[in-house]
């Protein structure tokens, strides 16, 4: 479903990524670990065609980075949900809002948003914040509404890219859990951390990377 | 893709940018201010010189001995020739009294016989008038019966016409500066609620709107703003005007707003600066965004 052939990468300031290489299959869940610097929010940047590389290329479902057209990212980014360490919520509207927002976008009707949108606060457990704006959440309560955005549409695939940064540990690990249950029903999901202590309680396979290379790959 | 979402995100734009959109919205009612007075002005002043052109188009004196006959038949064809527009007969006594308006004297105090010949002042559509053409009437004109002689002050007719061709020039150019004007100053102030709507173009973007779908609001929103703007023009032109009667005593040729064309003009121009404006000011920043 995703792979990473001969990437590289580099930046105009320097660094970025070496020579990258590997693949994750449906329902995978990996973890990306390494210091501040080792490249983990480029890949995962990669992943959406945020960024393209140099040389290399990388493939997410049927679309290549070397051949995807700029009209076709909003196509790949329906299949991809992210979430991120400052959680990217939109102040102005409630918690069901902003969840509802990525199916408002491709046209899904209102009794199917009300519907999906319920369903995916259930499972985060934020029924009861539903009609609360962000400034009234806590970090975790607003890191959950983040995921229940990316998961609304159903993605192939969530990338969470420090999602725990803001968080304490206990906080953190409910929201470790949370993501473990997004994977349990399917949908791969690769998690950008430095924080190692964390992904002891739940261990999965691992890249490590360091200064923008591919250190290794550690199993459970 | 969503119309009713596009519709709601771009109608309830001003109340998330709230300030950003009133000096958007007076930003283009003042530019279409300018643009309005700009035009008011410049056909009342090529309209005033059509009108003193018009009186040099073309006079027909007839001869003193010409029949009645003779009169209306010169008359008649002038009335059917092709682009005359206007012809106004001038009897040996309105000549008189014309004579003593102009003058201020008798013509009878200085002579004792009206020397004053019947004549037919004839006036052309805009379509028609140009020297050759004129000149070719005025030719054939002299070879009717009972015509003594046609007058056509050709110098004074070029040069009205050669003013009246720069002062289209100058207008159309001077409207469409400030209309490029307006564009930029519009598309700029627009950008200030664009600003204000970073995080919401970033959110879109993530979540995998189209360039499409995070365009059209704030496309709406500019045409919104074009209307709030046009309304806001309307009453300030029709205050230029009633002001500029009442300081001068002067009775404009045409006012703007009494055409309603004009008024569907004023919107649709409003509404294509705004539009374009929106569209100018958010394309940089979707291009910016991821």
């Known amino acids: ?88 919520l939109l102040d102005d509207r409630d918690v069901f809002s902003n969840v509802a927002l990525p199916l408002q976008v491709i046209g899904v009707s209102t009794r199917e948003i009300e519907r999906r949108v319920t369903k995916t606060l259930e499972e985060v457990g934020l029924t009861h914040r539903r009609l609360y704006y962000p400034s009234e959440l806590s970090g975790g309560e607003q890191q959950r509404v983040s995921i229940a955005r990316s998961i609304a549409k159903d993605p192939l695939v969530l990338l969470a890219d420090e999602p725990t940064g803001n968080l304490d540990m206990g906080v953190a690990l409910e929201i470790l859990n949370l993501l473990w249950r997004v994977n349990a029903k399917g949908t791969a999901v690769i998690m950008a951390t430095h924080n190692i202590e964390l992904i002891k309680n739940r261990p999965s396979r691992t890249f490590r990377l360091s200064h923008g290379e591919f250190k290794g790959e550690l199993l459970p | 893709m969503n119309l009713s979402f596009i519709f709601k995100e771009g109608l309830s734009g001003f109340k998330r940018a709230k300030f950003p959109f009133i000096v958007s919205v007076v930003t283009l009612s003042i530019c279409l201010t300018l643009i309005g007075v700009s035009i008011m002005i410049g056909d009342n002043i090529f309209g005033y010189f059509r009108e003193v052109q018009s009186d040099f188009d073309v006079q027909m004196f007839y001869n003193p001995q010409a029949s009645n006959s003779e009169q209306h038949a010169a008359l008649e064809y002038c009335n059917t020739y092709p682009g005359v527009m206007t012809t106004v007969y001038i009897s040996r006594n309105e000549a008189v009294a014309l004579f ?54 050709k110098a004074l007719f070029l040069k009205l016409t050669a003013i009246l061709r720069v002062l289209t020039m100058v207008g159309g150019a001077f409207v469409l500066l400030l209309f490029i004007a307006s564009v930029l100053l519009t598309s700029n102030t627009i950008k200030l609620i664009i600003l204000a709507r970073f995080d919401w173009i970033e959110t879109m973007r993530l979540i995998g709107a189209s360039d499409f779908t995070i365009r059209s609001p704030f496309l709406l929103e500019g045409a919104f703003q074009g209307i709030l703007g046009a309304i806001l023009t309307l009453g300030a032109v029709h205050g230029v005007e009633a002001g500029i009667m009442k300081l001068t005593n002067l009775d404009l040729n045409s006012r703007l707003m009494q055409f309603p064309e004009v008024i569907i003009l004023l919107f649709t121009t409003g509404i294509i600066l705004g539009v374009l404006g929106s569209y100018r000011a958010v394309r940089r920043f979707i291009y910016m965004v991821v």
């Open chain 2, 100 to 153: 003593q308006e102009e003058f201020g004297e008798n013509i009878f105090d200085i002579l004792k016989d009206n020397p004053f010949p019947a004549s037919v002042r004839i006036g052309f559509d805009r379509y028609h008038q140009n020297v050759g053409y004129i000149s070719g009437f005025k030719a054939s004109l002299e070879q009717l019966p009972g015509i003594e002689t046609v007058t056509f002050h």
């Open chain 1, 1 to 88: 479903m995703i792979t990473f052939k001969d990437v590289s990468l580099r930046y105009d300031r320097g660094a970025g990524v070496k020579n990258i290489n590997f693949s994750v299959q449906r329902g995978e869940f990996i973890y990306l670990i390494g210091p501040s610097g080792a490249g983990k929010s480029t890949l995962l940047r990669m992943l959406f065609m945020d960024i393209f590389p140099n040389t290399g290329s990388v493939q997410v479902d049927h679309f290549d980075s070397n051949t995807i057209k700029r009209r076709q990212i909003p196509k790949l980014r329906q299949k991809v949900g992210m979430i991120f360490q400052d959680y990217k």
